[in-house]
Protein backbone atom coordinates (compact mmCIF):
# COMPACT_ATOMS: atom_id res chain seq x y z
CA UNK A 1 0.00 0.00 0.00
CA UNK A 2 1.72 3.30 -1.10
CA UNK A 3 1.19 5.86 1.61
CA UNK A 4 -0.19 9.33 -0.13
CA UNK A 5 0.91 12.79 1.20
CA UNK A 6 -2.90 13.92 1.03
CA UNK A 7 -5.62 11.63 -0.12
CA UNK A 8 -8.44 13.32 -1.70
CA UNK A 9 -9.41 9.87 -3.51
CA UNK A 10 -11.08 9.06 -0.32
CA UNK A 11 -12.99 12.27 0.56
CA UNK A 12 -14.51 11.86 -3.21
CA UNK A 13 -15.75 8.78 -2.44
CA UNK A 14 -17.32 9.93 0.28
CA UNK A 15 -18.82 12.86 -1.22
CA UNK A 16 -19.24 11.46 -4.60
CA UNK A 17 -23.06 11.65 -5.13
CA UNK A 18 -23.23 15.08 -3.76
CA UNK A 19 -20.32 16.67 -5.70
CA UNK A 20 -21.56 14.95 -9.06
CA UNK A 21 -25.04 16.04 -9.00
CA UNK A 22 -24.15 19.54 -8.44
CA UNK A 23 -21.21 19.24 -11.22
CA UNK A 24 -24.70 18.22 -13.31
CA UNK A 25 -26.18 20.81 -12.73
CA UNK A 26 -23.78 23.53 -13.68
CA UNK A 27 -23.30 21.48 -16.71
CA UNK A 28 -27.03 21.22 -17.60
CA UNK A 29 -27.47 25.15 -16.90
CA UNK A 30 -24.69 26.08 -18.57
CA UNK A 31 -23.75 29.28 -16.52
CA UNK A 32 -19.95 28.68 -15.79
CA UNK A 33 -19.03 31.85 -14.91
CA UNK A 34 -20.89 33.35 -12.28
CA UNK A 35 -23.89 31.03 -12.33
CA UNK A 36 -25.82 30.67 -9.37
CA UNK A 37 -23.34 28.42 -6.82
CA UNK A 38 -21.03 31.42 -6.89
CA UNK A 39 -24.07 33.37 -4.27
CA UNK A 40 -24.66 29.67 -2.91
CA UNK A 41 -20.68 28.82 -2.40
CA UNK A 42 -20.94 32.72 -0.92
CA UNK A 43 -23.78 32.43 1.59
CA UNK A 44 -22.69 28.84 2.89
CA UNK A 45 -18.52 30.61 3.24
CA UNK A 46 -20.47 33.38 5.19
CA UNK A 47 -22.55 31.14 7.73
CA UNK A 48 -19.73 28.63 8.22
CA UNK A 49 -17.39 31.89 9.16
CA UNK A 50 -20.06 34.21 10.49
CA UNK A 51 -18.83 36.77 8.51
CA UNK A 52 -20.86 39.48 6.64
CA UNK A 53 -18.98 39.55 3.18
CA UNK A 54 -17.65 36.96 0.86
CA UNK A 55 -15.93 36.74 -2.52
CA UNK A 56 -14.78 33.81 -3.90
CA UNK A 57 -11.68 34.30 -6.40
CA UNK A 58 -9.56 32.57 -8.42
CA UNK A 59 -7.23 31.37 -6.00
CA UNK A 60 -5.29 32.61 -2.88
CA UNK A 61 -2.56 34.33 -4.52
CA UNK A 62 -5.21 37.01 -6.29
CA UNK A 63 -7.04 37.09 -3.32
CA UNK A 64 -4.19 38.71 -1.53
CA UNK A 65 -3.47 40.84 -4.53
CA UNK A 66 -6.97 42.09 -4.82
CA UNK A 67 -6.99 42.97 -1.47
CA UNK A 68 -4.08 45.22 -1.62
CA UNK A 69 -5.63 46.63 -4.91
CA UNK A 70 -8.83 47.48 -3.33
CA UNK A 71 -6.93 49.11 -0.60
CA UNK A 72 -4.71 51.57 -3.16
CA UNK A 73 -1.54 49.45 -1.84
CA UNK A 74 1.51 50.20 -3.87
CA UNK A 75 4.67 52.03 -4.75
CA UNK A 76 5.79 53.97 -1.83
CA UNK A 77 4.06 51.57 0.89
CA UNK A 78 6.00 49.09 3.30
CA UNK A 79 3.62 45.48 4.25
CA UNK A 80 4.70 43.96 7.09
CA UNK A 81 4.76 40.33 6.93
CA UNK A 82 5.86 37.00 8.03
CA UNK A 83 9.47 36.30 6.08
CA UNK A 84 8.33 32.15 6.77
CA UNK A 85 5.68 31.32 4.39
CA UNK A 86 4.79 29.90 0.89
CA UNK A 87 6.31 32.69 -1.29
CA UNK A 88 2.48 34.21 -2.73
CA UNK A 89 2.43 36.13 0.34
CA UNK A 90 5.50 38.11 -0.25
CA UNK A 91 4.97 37.91 -4.66
CA UNK A 92 1.48 39.80 -4.02
CA UNK A 93 2.67 42.83 -2.06
CA UNK A 94 5.92 42.89 -5.25
CA UNK A 95 2.68 42.31 -7.43
CA UNK A 96 1.58 45.50 -6.48
CA UNK A 97 4.78 47.57 -6.50
CA UNK A 98 5.05 48.19 -2.56
CA UNK A 99 7.63 46.57 -0.55
CA UNK A 100 7.49 43.61 2.32
CA UNK A 101 9.10 44.07 5.38
CA UNK A 102 9.82 41.20 7.07
CA UNK A 103 9.75 40.57 10.89
CA UNK A 104 10.88 37.12 12.53
CA UNK A 105 8.99 34.23 13.66
CA UNK A 106 7.85 32.67 16.53
CA UNK A 107 10.60 29.84 17.24
CA UNK A 108 7.39 27.46 18.44
CA UNK A 109 4.17 28.52 15.93
CA UNK A 110 6.42 29.84 13.25
CA UNK A 111 3.66 32.36 13.22
CA UNK A 112 5.16 35.64 12.59
CA UNK A 113 6.09 37.20 16.38
CA UNK A 114 3.75 39.78 16.92
CA UNK A 115 6.14 41.57 19.81
CA UNK A 116 8.29 42.48 17.19
CA UNK A 117 5.66 44.08 14.53
CA UNK A 118 5.39 47.94 16.27
CA UNK A 119 9.15 48.20 15.46
CA UNK A 120 9.24 47.54 11.69
CA UNK A 121 6.52 50.27 12.01
CA UNK A 122 7.64 53.29 9.53
CA UNK A 123 5.74 56.43 7.92
CA UNK A 124 5.58 54.71 4.87
CA UNK A 125 3.61 50.90 6.39
CA UNK A 126 0.32 50.45 4.81
CA UNK A 127 -1.06 47.18 6.06
CA UNK A 128 0.24 44.36 8.21
CA UNK A 129 0.12 40.85 6.62
CA UNK A 130 0.21 37.92 9.02
CA UNK A 131 0.17 34.15 7.75
CA UNK A 132 -1.53 31.97 10.43
CA UNK A 133 0.53 29.18 9.16
CA UNK A 134 -0.03 25.39 8.73
CA UNK A 135 -3.53 26.00 10.02
CA UNK A 136 -2.91 27.83 13.38
CA UNK A 137 -4.16 31.72 13.71
CA UNK A 138 -1.24 34.25 14.14
CA UNK A 139 -1.94 36.29 17.41
CA UNK A 140 -4.34 38.19 15.74
CA UNK A 141 -5.73 40.34 18.83
CA UNK A 142 -2.22 41.58 19.33
CA UNK A 143 -1.89 42.17 15.76
CA UNK A 144 -4.99 44.29 15.20
CA UNK A 145 -4.34 45.93 18.44
CA UNK A 146 -1.31 47.44 16.49
CA UNK A 147 -2.79 48.16 13.40
CA UNK A 148 -5.62 50.00 15.12
CA UNK A 149 -2.61 51.94 17.02
CA UNK A 150 -1.16 53.00 13.98
CA UNK A 151 -3.74 52.79 11.36
CA UNK A 152 -3.12 49.96 9.69
CA UNK A 153 -4.85 47.87 7.61
CA UNK A 154 -4.68 43.83 8.68
CA UNK A 155 -4.72 41.22 5.81
CA UNK A 156 -4.92 38.00 7.41
CA UNK A 157 -2.97 35.03 5.12
CA UNK A 158 -5.58 32.58 5.74
CA UNK A 159 -4.66 30.09 2.83
CA UNK A 160 -3.91 27.05 5.53
CA UNK A 161 -5.91 28.50 8.39
CA UNK A 162 -9.89 28.44 6.34
CA UNK A 163 -12.23 28.42 9.73
CA UNK A 164 -9.62 27.99 12.32
CA UNK A 165 -11.01 28.37 15.50
CA UNK A 166 -9.42 31.68 17.84
CA UNK A 167 -11.01 32.40 20.84
CA UNK A 168 -14.91 32.20 19.79
CA UNK A 169 -14.51 33.25 16.25
CA UNK A 170 -13.14 31.48 12.83
CA UNK A 171 -10.06 32.25 11.12
CA UNK A 172 -11.33 34.71 8.27
CA UNK A 173 -13.37 36.33 10.07
CA UNK A 174 -10.39 38.45 12.64
CA UNK A 175 -9.58 40.78 10.80
CA UNK A 176 -10.41 43.71 8.24
CA UNK A 177 -9.81 41.22 5.27
CA UNK A 178 -8.81 38.07 5.11
CA UNK A 179 -8.08 35.90 1.95
CA UNK A 180 -7.82 32.02 2.00
CA UNK A 181 -6.76 29.61 -0.43
CA UNK A 182 -8.73 26.34 -2.22
CA UNK A 183 -6.20 25.07 -3.60
CA UNK A 184 -6.99 21.38 -3.33
CA UNK A 185 -4.42 20.48 -0.70
CA UNK A 186 -5.84 23.05 1.06
CA UNK A 187 -7.82 22.05 4.42
CA UNK A 188 -10.75 22.85 2.75
CA UNK A 189 -9.99 23.00 -1.40
CA UNK A 190 -11.70 22.82 -4.88
CA UNK A 191 -11.01 20.60 -7.44
CA UNK A 192 -8.54 23.33 -9.10
CA UNK A 193 -7.73 26.77 -8.33
CA UNK A 194 -9.55 28.92 -6.05
CA UNK A 195 -9.90 31.30 -3.37
CA UNK A 196 -12.13 34.04 -1.60
CA UNK A 197 -12.20 37.27 0.14
CA UNK A 198 -13.99 37.99 3.53
CA UNK A 199 -14.52 41.31 5.51
CA UNK A 200 -17.12 42.72 7.77
CA UNK A 201 -16.88 46.34 6.04
CA UNK A 202 -19.33 47.31 3.65
CA UNK A 203 -17.07 49.91 1.64
CA UNK A 204 -14.40 47.33 1.35
CA UNK A 205 -16.26 44.59 -0.19
CA UNK A 206 -17.66 47.27 -2.84
CA UNK A 207 -13.94 48.29 -3.54
CA UNK A 208 -12.94 43.98 -3.91
CA UNK A 209 -15.77 43.29 -5.82
CA UNK A 210 -14.69 45.88 -8.49
CA UNK A 211 -11.07 44.41 -8.58
CA UNK A 212 -12.50 41.00 -9.04
CA UNK A 213 -14.33 41.98 -11.90
CA UNK A 214 -11.73 44.12 -13.96
CA UNK A 215 -12.46 47.23 -11.60
CA UNK A 216 -15.99 47.32 -12.83
CA UNK A 217 -17.56 49.89 -11.94
CA UNK A 218 -21.61 51.33 -13.23
CA UNK A 219 -21.99 48.30 -15.23
CA UNK A 220 -20.17 45.69 -16.70
CA UNK A 221 -18.29 47.44 -19.14
CA UNK A 222 -17.65 50.87 -16.82
CA UNK A 223 -14.55 50.30 -15.48
CA UNK A 224 -13.93 52.78 -12.11
CA UNK A 225 -10.31 51.62 -11.31
CA UNK A 226 -7.73 49.21 -12.48
CA UNK A 227 -8.94 45.40 -11.54
CA UNK A 228 -7.89 41.89 -12.58
CA UNK A 229 -9.82 38.48 -13.80
CA UNK A 230 -10.29 37.27 -10.50
CA UNK A 231 -13.46 35.85 -10.84
CA UNK A 232 -14.00 31.85 -9.38
CA UNK A 233 -15.95 29.61 -11.90
CA UNK A 234 -19.47 27.64 -11.10
CA UNK A 235 -18.23 24.35 -11.13
CA UNK A 236 -15.50 24.97 -8.51
CA UNK A 237 -18.14 26.76 -6.32
CA UNK A 238 -19.91 23.90 -6.70
CA UNK A 239 -17.14 21.33 -5.41
CA UNK A 240 -17.45 23.32 -2.68
CA UNK A 241 -20.41 23.76 -1.00
CA UNK A 242 -20.61 19.81 -1.19
CA UNK A 243 -17.45 19.74 0.46
CA UNK A 244 -18.31 22.08 3.21
CA UNK A 245 -20.72 20.35 4.25
CA UNK A 246 -18.25 17.86 5.74
CA UNK A 247 -15.45 20.03 6.80
CA UNK A 248 -16.64 20.22 10.26
CA UNK A 249 -16.42 16.20 10.87
CA UNK A 250 -12.87 17.09 8.75
CA UNK A 251 -11.21 19.57 10.66
CA UNK A 252 -12.54 16.81 14.35
CA UNK A 253 -10.56 13.78 11.93
CA UNK A 254 -7.47 16.25 11.30
CA UNK A 255 -7.25 16.80 15.09
CA UNK A 256 -7.52 13.50 16.10
CA UNK A 257 -4.87 12.44 13.35
CA UNK A 258 -2.63 15.27 14.82
CA UNK A 259 -3.25 14.59 18.65
CA UNK A 260 -2.15 10.61 17.98
CA UNK A 261 1.39 11.76 15.99
CA UNK A 262 1.77 13.87 18.89
CA UNK A 263 1.32 11.75 21.69
CA UNK A 264 3.24 9.01 19.63
CA UNK A 265 6.59 10.99 19.19
CA UNK A 266 6.80 12.53 22.65
CA UNK A 267 9.43 10.08 23.23
CA UNK A 268 11.15 11.61 20.31
CA UNK A 269 11.97 14.90 22.23
CA UNK A 270 15.36 13.82 23.61
CA UNK A 271 16.22 12.94 19.84
CA UNK A 272 15.61 16.39 19.26
CA UNK A 273 12.30 16.23 17.73
CA UNK A 274 10.04 19.14 18.30
CA UNK A 275 6.32 18.15 17.86
CA UNK A 276 3.56 21.45 16.90
CA UNK A 277 2.95 24.17 19.34
CA UNK A 278 -0.66 25.38 20.00
CA UNK A 279 -1.52 28.10 21.54
CA UNK A 280 -3.98 27.07 24.37
CA UNK A 281 -6.76 30.05 22.94
CA UNK A 282 -6.92 28.69 19.68
CA UNK A 283 -7.36 25.06 17.49
CA UNK A 284 -5.33 24.74 14.07
CA UNK A 285 -7.17 22.86 11.34
CA UNK A 286 -3.60 21.25 10.29
CA UNK A 287 -3.06 21.90 6.79
CA UNK A 288 0.40 20.38 7.83
CA UNK A 289 1.43 18.56 10.64
CA UNK A 290 5.44 19.67 10.91
CA UNK A 291 8.03 17.95 13.14
CA UNK A 292 11.20 19.96 14.08
CA UNK A 293 13.91 17.53 13.63
CA UNK A 294 17.70 17.88 14.17
CA UNK A 295 18.81 16.53 10.76
CA UNK A 296 16.19 16.44 7.80
CA UNK A 297 17.99 14.92 4.81
CA UNK A 298 18.44 11.99 6.75
CA UNK A 299 14.99 12.12 8.37
CA UNK A 300 13.53 12.34 5.06
CA UNK A 301 15.72 9.88 3.34
CA UNK A 302 15.01 7.07 5.81
CA UNK A 303 11.01 8.15 5.70
CA UNK A 304 11.35 7.42 1.74
CA UNK A 305 13.05 4.16 2.49
CA UNK A 306 9.79 3.52 4.10
CA UNK A 307 7.48 4.14 1.57
CA UNK A 308 6.49 7.09 3.57
CA UNK A 309 6.05 10.69 1.63
CA UNK A 310 7.16 14.10 3.90
CA UNK A 311 7.21 17.69 2.14
CA UNK A 312 9.22 20.94 3.35
CA UNK A 313 7.12 24.05 4.14
CA UNK A 314 9.64 25.84 3.66
CA UNK A 315 13.19 25.59 2.74
CA UNK A 316 14.42 28.98 1.84
CA UNK A 317 12.95 31.99 4.08
CA UNK A 318 11.32 34.88 1.98
CA UNK A 319 13.64 37.30 1.91
CA UNK A 320 16.42 34.93 0.90
CA UNK A 321 14.51 34.33 -2.41
CA UNK A 322 16.98 35.57 -5.39
CA UNK A 323 14.09 37.25 -6.88
CA UNK A 324 13.42 38.39 -3.53
CA UNK A 325 16.41 39.67 -1.73
CA UNK A 326 17.11 43.42 -3.05
CA UNK A 327 13.43 44.22 -3.21
CA UNK A 328 12.55 43.92 0.26
CA UNK A 329 13.06 45.06 3.70
CA UNK A 330 14.64 42.54 6.36
CA UNK A 331 14.86 42.43 9.98
CA UNK A 332 16.37 39.92 12.24
CA UNK A 333 14.75 36.99 10.67
CA UNK A 334 17.08 34.30 12.44
CA UNK A 335 13.87 32.10 13.56
CA UNK A 336 12.68 31.80 10.45
CA UNK A 337 16.02 30.68 9.14
CA UNK A 338 16.58 27.99 12.13
CA UNK A 339 13.12 26.40 10.68
CA UNK A 340 14.03 26.23 7.09
CA UNK A 341 16.46 24.31 7.52
CA UNK A 342 14.58 21.97 10.67
CA UNK A 343 11.01 21.81 9.58
CA UNK A 344 9.42 18.24 7.70
CA UNK A 345 6.00 17.67 7.30
CA UNK A 346 4.19 14.10 7.48
CA UNK A 347 0.91 12.84 5.65
CA UNK A 348 -2.06 14.73 7.40
CA UNK A 349 -5.98 14.04 5.41
CA UNK A 350 -9.03 13.44 7.63
CA UNK A 351 -9.64 10.01 6.31
CA UNK A 352 -6.37 8.56 7.46
CA UNK A 353 -7.15 5.38 8.83
CA UNK A 354 -5.27 4.06 12.01
CA UNK A 355 -3.83 1.10 10.23
CA UNK A 356 -2.10 4.16 7.67
CA UNK A 357 -1.11 6.20 10.76
CA UNK A 358 0.68 3.34 12.58
CA UNK A 359 2.66 2.86 10.04
CA UNK A 360 3.97 6.56 9.56
CA UNK A 361 4.45 6.74 12.80
CA UNK A 362 6.65 3.50 12.88
CA UNK A 363 8.62 4.65 9.81
CA UNK A 364 9.54 8.10 11.98
CA UNK A 365 10.29 5.93 14.96
CA UNK A 366 12.74 4.07 13.02
CA UNK A 367 14.59 7.13 11.78
CA UNK A 368 15.14 7.72 15.02
CA UNK A 369 16.66 3.81 16.01
C1 LIG B 1 0.29 30.92 3.07
C2 LIG B 1 -0.19 30.90 1.65
N1 LIG B 1 -0.52 32.06 1.06
C3 LIG B 1 -1.00 32.10 -0.19
C4 LIG B 1 -1.14 30.95 -0.94
C5 LIG B 1 -1.58 31.07 -2.36
O1 LIG B 1 -2.72 30.34 -2.65
P1 LIG B 1 -2.98 29.82 -4.14
O2 LIG B 1 -2.08 28.66 -4.37
O3 LIG B 1 -4.42 29.44 -4.12
O4 LIG B 1 -2.71 30.95 -5.06
C6 LIG B 1 -0.82 29.72 -0.37
C7 LIG B 1 -1.01 28.47 -1.13
O5 LIG B 1 -0.22 27.66 -1.40
C8 LIG B 1 -0.31 29.69 0.96
O6 LIG B 1 0.02 28.54 1.54
Redesign the pocket.
Known sequence: MTIPFIDLKTQYKALKNQIDERIHRVLDHGQYIMGPEIKECEDALKKFLGVKHALVCS????A?QIALMAANIGPGDEVITTPF??I??AEAIRLVGAIPVFVDIESDTYNIDAKKIEAAVTPRTRAIMP?S?YGQVADMDEINAIAKKHSLLVIE?A??SFGAPYKGKRSCNLSEVSCT???PA?PLGCYG???AIFTNNDQMVNALNSVRLHGMGEHRYHHSRIGTNGRLDSLQCAVLVAKLERYPWEIEQRERVAQNYTKAFSTLREKGVRTPTIKSDRHSVWAQYTLWVPDRTKFQAALQASGVPTAVHYPIAMPDQPAYKEHCVTHDISNARKAAEHVVSLPMFPDMSEETQAKIVSAVHAAFA
Open positions: NGTDLSFATVLDAQSFFKDGG
